[in-house]
Protein backbone atom coordinates (compact mmCIF):
# COMPACT_ATOMS: atom_id res chain seq x y z
CA UNK A 1 0.00 0.00 0.00
CA UNK A 2 2.72 2.26 0.73
CA UNK A 3 4.67 1.38 -2.63
CA UNK A 4 1.50 1.90 -4.44
CA UNK A 5 0.69 5.01 -2.59
CA UNK A 6 4.14 6.89 -3.21
CA UNK A 7 5.07 5.49 -5.92
CA UNK A 8 8.13 4.50 -4.07
CA UNK A 9 9.98 0.71 -2.98
CA UNK A 10 9.81 -0.10 0.19
CA UNK A 11 12.77 -2.20 1.50
CA UNK A 12 13.14 -4.19 5.23
CA UNK A 13 15.80 -4.54 7.28
CA UNK A 14 16.58 -6.89 10.64
CA UNK A 15 18.02 -5.21 13.57
CA UNK A 16 18.01 -5.20 16.77
CA UNK A 17 17.29 -2.68 19.67
CA UNK A 18 20.40 -2.67 20.92
CA UNK A 19 21.51 -0.32 17.81
CA UNK A 20 22.75 -2.80 14.73
CA UNK A 21 21.45 -3.92 11.79
CA UNK A 22 21.85 -7.38 10.81
CA UNK A 23 20.60 -8.05 7.33
CA UNK A 24 18.95 -5.74 4.80
CA UNK A 25 16.96 -6.51 1.39
CA UNK A 26 18.00 -5.57 -1.69
CA UNK A 27 16.46 -4.96 -4.98
CA UNK A 28 15.51 -8.14 -5.13
CA UNK A 29 14.23 -8.96 -2.29
CA UNK A 30 16.71 -11.29 -0.25
CA UNK A 31 18.15 -10.64 3.28
CA UNK A 32 22.28 -10.13 2.97
CA UNK A 33 23.74 -10.23 6.42
CA UNK A 34 25.92 -6.94 6.58
CA UNK A 35 29.16 -9.10 7.61
CA UNK A 36 31.23 -6.01 7.74
CA UNK A 37 30.13 -5.08 11.06
CA UNK A 38 28.45 -8.37 12.08
CA UNK A 39 29.41 -12.68 12.52
CA UNK A 40 25.65 -14.09 12.68
CA UNK A 41 25.72 -17.98 14.14
CA UNK A 42 22.82 -19.75 13.87
CA UNK A 43 22.76 -22.71 16.59
CA UNK A 44 20.54 -25.47 17.49
CA UNK A 45 19.10 -26.14 20.81
CA UNK A 46 22.69 -27.47 21.87
CA UNK A 47 24.90 -24.42 21.19
CA UNK A 48 25.86 -26.39 17.36
CA UNK A 49 26.05 -24.24 14.12
CA UNK A 50 23.04 -25.53 12.20
CA UNK A 51 23.58 -26.71 8.29
CA UNK A 52 22.14 -23.59 5.70
CA UNK A 53 18.50 -24.42 5.48
CA UNK A 54 17.81 -25.56 9.08
CA UNK A 55 16.09 -23.55 11.59
CA UNK A 56 18.22 -21.94 14.26
CA UNK A 57 18.82 -19.61 17.17
CA UNK A 58 20.64 -16.61 16.25
CA UNK A 59 23.46 -15.59 17.56
CA UNK A 60 24.64 -12.27 16.81
CA UNK A 61 28.72 -10.64 17.88
CA UNK A 62 28.87 -6.69 16.36
CA UNK A 63 32.36 -6.13 14.63
CA UNK A 64 32.69 -2.54 15.05
CA UNK A 65 31.32 -1.47 18.34
CA UNK A 66 34.35 -1.10 20.56
CA UNK A 67 32.93 1.22 23.53
CA UNK A 68 30.35 -1.64 24.36
CA UNK A 69 31.06 -4.69 22.64
CA UNK A 70 28.53 -7.67 21.73
CA UNK A 71 29.39 -10.96 21.67
CA UNK A 72 28.04 -14.38 21.03
CA UNK A 73 24.92 -12.43 21.64
CA UNK A 74 21.61 -14.42 22.31
CA UNK A 75 18.56 -12.50 20.46
CA UNK A 76 15.75 -15.02 21.17
CA UNK A 77 15.20 -15.08 17.41
CA UNK A 78 14.88 -17.95 14.85
CA UNK A 79 15.95 -17.52 11.14
CA UNK A 80 16.90 -20.18 8.71
CA UNK A 81 20.09 -19.65 6.52
CA UNK A 82 20.62 -19.85 2.62
CA UNK A 83 22.78 -21.97 1.10
CA UNK A 84 26.27 -20.72 0.43
CA UNK A 85 25.85 -21.83 -3.30
CA UNK A 86 22.84 -19.51 -3.84
CA UNK A 87 23.94 -16.17 -5.48
CA UNK A 88 21.93 -13.17 -5.62
CA UNK A 89 21.12 -11.60 -8.97
CA UNK A 90 22.10 -8.07 -7.24
CA UNK A 91 25.66 -9.08 -7.19
CA UNK A 92 26.36 -8.44 -3.58
CA UNK A 93 29.16 -11.53 -2.45
CA UNK A 94 27.01 -11.18 1.63
CA UNK A 95 25.83 -14.39 3.15
CA UNK A 96 22.18 -14.71 2.84
CA UNK A 97 19.11 -15.09 5.16
CA UNK A 98 16.33 -17.51 3.48
CA UNK A 99 13.94 -16.93 6.07
CA UNK A 100 13.59 -14.84 9.58
CA UNK A 101 11.16 -16.43 11.85
CA UNK A 102 10.60 -14.29 14.62
CA UNK A 103 11.19 -15.23 18.26
CA UNK A 104 11.70 -18.22 19.72
CA UNK A 105 8.84 -18.02 22.22
CA UNK A 106 6.87 -18.41 18.98
CA UNK A 107 7.41 -22.08 18.15
CA UNK A 108 6.08 -25.59 19.50
CA UNK A 109 8.35 -27.64 19.92
CA UNK A 110 7.63 -31.62 20.43
CA UNK A 111 8.80 -34.33 21.95
CA UNK A 112 10.92 -35.77 18.96
CA UNK A 113 12.39 -32.50 18.23
CA UNK A 114 10.44 -30.97 15.49
CA UNK A 115 10.28 -27.36 15.71
CA UNK A 116 6.69 -26.23 14.55
CA UNK A 117 6.44 -21.93 13.37
CA UNK A 118 3.95 -19.80 13.06
CA UNK A 119 3.41 -20.32 9.78
CA UNK A 120 2.49 -24.49 10.12
CA UNK A 121 -0.17 -23.24 12.07
CA UNK A 122 -1.63 -20.36 10.18
CA UNK A 123 -1.29 -22.52 6.82
CA UNK A 124 -4.10 -24.56 8.53
CA UNK A 125 -5.95 -22.09 10.03
CA UNK A 126 -6.65 -19.91 6.61
CA UNK A 127 -8.56 -22.76 5.49
CA UNK A 128 -10.64 -22.61 8.51
CA UNK A 129 -12.96 -19.51 8.56
CA UNK A 130 -15.21 -20.43 10.78
CA UNK A 131 -12.48 -19.60 13.12
CA UNK A 132 -11.78 -16.16 13.63
CA UNK A 133 -9.21 -15.94 15.75
CA UNK A 134 -6.62 -18.24 17.33
CA UNK A 135 -3.45 -18.73 19.82
CA UNK A 136 -1.45 -21.88 20.53
CA UNK A 137 -0.11 -22.06 23.93
CA UNK A 138 2.11 -25.06 25.02
CA UNK A 139 3.47 -25.87 28.64
CA UNK A 140 4.82 -29.16 27.91
CA UNK A 141 6.01 -31.47 25.26
CA UNK A 142 3.10 -33.53 24.91
CA UNK A 143 0.23 -31.20 24.30
CA UNK A 144 -0.98 -27.51 23.45
CA UNK A 145 -3.93 -25.25 23.92
CA UNK A 146 -5.75 -23.42 21.14
CA UNK A 147 -7.34 -20.58 22.33
CA UNK A 148 -9.94 -19.77 19.61
CA UNK A 149 -12.83 -16.62 19.00
CA UNK A 150 -15.58 -18.24 17.02
CA UNK A 151 -16.72 -16.61 13.61
CA UNK A 152 -20.59 -16.20 12.77
CA UNK A 153 -19.88 -19.39 10.53
CA UNK A 154 -19.31 -21.53 13.25
CA UNK A 155 -22.15 -23.56 14.27
CA UNK A 156 -20.97 -26.71 15.96
CA UNK A 157 -17.58 -28.26 17.69
CA UNK A 158 -16.79 -30.51 14.72
CA UNK A 159 -14.61 -27.59 13.57
CA UNK A 160 -12.60 -28.32 16.21
CA UNK A 161 -12.01 -32.19 15.55
CA UNK A 162 -11.49 -31.14 11.95
CA UNK A 163 -8.94 -28.65 12.79
CA UNK A 164 -7.30 -31.95 14.77
CA UNK A 165 -7.02 -34.10 12.78
CA UNK A 166 -5.24 -31.87 10.00
CA UNK A 167 -2.81 -30.81 12.15
CA UNK A 168 -2.44 -34.25 13.35
CA UNK A 169 -1.97 -35.18 9.68
CA UNK A 170 0.99 -32.12 8.99
CA UNK A 171 2.68 -33.22 12.19
CA UNK A 172 2.90 -36.83 12.10
CA UNK A 173 3.47 -37.36 15.39
CA UNK A 174 0.99 -37.95 18.69
CA UNK A 175 0.72 -34.54 20.20
CA UNK A 176 -2.82 -33.91 22.86
CA UNK A 177 -4.59 -31.06 21.50
CA UNK A 178 -6.86 -28.93 23.59
CA UNK A 179 -9.36 -26.10 22.54
CA UNK A 180 -10.78 -23.39 24.66
CA UNK A 181 -13.16 -20.82 23.48
CA UNK A 182 -12.96 -17.08 24.56
CA UNK A 183 -14.14 -14.10 24.16
CA UNK A 184 -10.72 -11.80 23.96
CA UNK A 185 -6.74 -13.08 22.96
CA UNK A 186 -5.00 -9.89 24.41
CA UNK A 187 -2.14 -8.63 21.98
CA UNK A 188 1.56 -8.26 22.83
CA UNK A 189 2.63 -4.74 24.76
CA UNK A 190 3.83 -3.74 21.42
CA UNK A 191 0.05 -4.35 20.06
CA UNK A 192 0.96 -6.82 17.76
CA UNK A 193 -1.05 -10.47 18.18
CA UNK A 194 0.96 -13.32 19.52
CA UNK A 195 -0.09 -16.63 17.47
CA UNK A 196 1.99 -18.96 20.01
CA UNK A 197 2.60 -18.64 23.56
CA UNK A 198 5.45 -21.08 24.60
CA UNK A 199 6.10 -21.37 28.42
CA UNK A 200 8.62 -23.92 28.00
CA UNK A 201 12.01 -23.37 28.87
CA UNK A 202 14.66 -21.35 26.65
CA UNK A 203 17.52 -23.68 25.17
CA UNK A 204 20.64 -22.78 26.91
CA UNK A 205 23.38 -22.16 24.11
CA UNK A 206 26.68 -21.41 26.05
CA UNK A 207 29.65 -23.39 25.76
Same mark, same amino acid.
Given at each position: ?11 ? *? ?11 ? %? ?8 ? #? $? ?25 ? =?? /??? #? ?12 ? $?? =??? %?? %? +???? #? ?5 ? +???? =? ?19 ? $? ?15 ? &???? /? ?9 ? &? ?7 ? $? ?7 ? *? /? ?7 ? #???? +? ?16
Amino acid at each position: MIEKQFNTKVFD *IYGTTEGFVIAGQ %CEHGRYHVLT #P $HVFLELLDEQGNEVAPGELGHVVVTRL =DA /YAM #PLIRYYLGDLAIKA $HT =DKQ %CA %C +GRKY #PMLEMII +GRDT =DIVRTRSGKMLIVHFFTGIFE $HIPEIQQFRVVQKDLDS &ILIE /YIPAHSFFNKG &ILKKTERII $HEKLQENLT *I /YFQQVDRIE #PTPS +GKPQIIQSFLEKPNLSK
